[in-house]
């Protein structure tokens, strides 16, 4: 049984950091692409960053860029999401997401592209 189980989210001041934590089980871990989705009430799902476990090639959307970092352990099946300077707008429901493909394989920020995905973490910014 695939699972992702996330942790990590809370409440932050504008301009503090988060690190949240996606623990994988259950698939192929080392070939997959792992993302990090989030999503506001009343607003798509979006695609936050990326990550190629097998190449370790990261990718990322233009509003996180330079403020967030996906980065992995794979001795523990784990990707990170590091965030700092945390704006109000990124107050959001965070998933993970696991795809046995590679992330160049469709659009990696595609919500479709994804076969497993984690029950999320709230990411509340505010003052």
């Known amino acids: 049984e695939v699972q992702l189980v996330e942790s990590g989210g809370g409440l932050v001041q504008p301009g503090g950091s988060l690190r949240l934590s996606c623990a994988a089980s259950?698939?192929?871990?080392?070939?997959?692409?792992m993302t990090w989705f989030r999503q506001a009430p009343g607003k798509e799902r979006e695609g936050v960053a990326a990550i190629d476990t097998g190449r370790g090639l990261t990718y990322y959307t233009d509003s996180v860029q330079g403020r967030f970092t996906i980065s992995q352990d794979s001795s523990r099946n784990t990707v990170y999401l590091r965030m700092h300077s945390l704006k109000l707008e990124d107050t959001a429901m965070y998933y993970c997401a696991a795809d046995s493909a590679r992330c160049s394989i469709l659009p990696w920020y595609g919500v479709n592209k994804y076969n497993y995905w984690g029950q999320g973490t709230q990411v509340t910014v505010s003052s």
């Open positions: 259950g698939f192929t871990y080392y070939s997959a692409c």
